[in-house]
């Protein structure tokens, strides 16, 4: 059963009450393999937490989504369907929100067996380690935001030994992509959301969360689906555009100032 935490009410608080300070375009936006550093013009924007997608993003992708959609839908001609309506993608979340209740129900247990079969064959994105190394030796935060349940969470986490904290699952509502997660991440951090990247593989979900809440982000493309970042539709284009998180090395080095600050100047 999926439970309407109260969490996000926290948002009424400090970040919540002034306006957010607009960003300018970064002068870097795309960070490939030979990543150039950022112009000299341009400073280097304050950096205070990471929050990342756990699917796809910190794990291997091992759950055939398509399979699954296929199944919960009803076969290959509601999959179309819903395809052409969600613009070339499907939230299946969102399309099985307003079902009746015993069609609803089978949803979610076709859902949550391919999400067990998933857990079996868990394994970690390489440099997700590294990377995670890196972010503790320059007490950078890590948060953690994902559709997945909170059993798969609390595996990766016993499993490879991280822990991020917050750690949202799909039991936190509304989820990806509302900026609700992310925002309850940077409340709880007492850190703007300008002050955080969102990193993670979904167009859809992680940079429009990572977007709407006005934060930077980072789009994981390890194979090339989403083609070139110019050629991208402004809504869903990310700050930055990678094709493995070792390149996330890059492009914080380069274009943020990562030196922690006193906790009283965050906000």
């Known amino acids: 059963m999926l439970l309407r935490l109260g969490s996000h009410r926290l948002l009424l608080g400090p970040l919540a009450a002034a306006p957010l300070p607009r960003r300018r375009p970064l002068g870097v936006v795309q960070a490939m393999s030979s990543a150039s550093p950022a112009p000299a013009q341009i400073s280097r924007r304050p950096l205070r937490g990471v929050v990342f997608d756990m699917d796809g993003t910190l794990t291997v992708p091992v759950i055939d989504f398509q399979a699954m ?22 939230d299946i979340l969102h399309c099985i929100e307003d079902w009746a209740p015993d069609k609803q129900r089978h949803a979610y247990e076709v859902i949550a067996r391919f999400e067990k079969e998933g857990l079996d064959r868990l394994q970690i994105m390489p440099g997700a380690s590294e990377l995670c190394g890196f972010l503790d ?71 429009v969360c990572g977007k709407k809440a006005g934060a930077f982000t980072c789009l994981l493309d390890e194979t090339g689906r989403y083609g070139p970042h110019d050629s991208l539709p402004e809504e869903v284009k990310p700050d930055f555009k990678v094709s493995s998180l070792t390149e996330v090395f890059t492009v914080l080095e380069e274009n943020f100032d990562l030196a922690p600050v006193p906790a009283e100047s965050r906000i």
């Open 69 to 90: 959609y296929r199944e919960v839908l009803g076969g290959d001609a509601a999959y179309a369907a819903a395809r052409a309506a969600g613009g070339g993608s499907v």
């Open 137 to 207: 030796t320059k007490q950078i935060r890590r948060g953690l935001i994902t559709r997945n349940v909170k059993d798969a969470v609390d595996l990766f986490h016993q499993r490879f030994g991280m822990t991020f904290n917050p750690a949202l699952s799909r039991a936190f509502r509304p989820y990806k992509p509302d900026p609700a997660p992310l925002l309850h991440i940077c409340s709880t951090w007492e850190i703007p959301p300008h002050e955080v990247i969102m990193v993670g593989d979904s167009l859809k979900d992680d940079v």
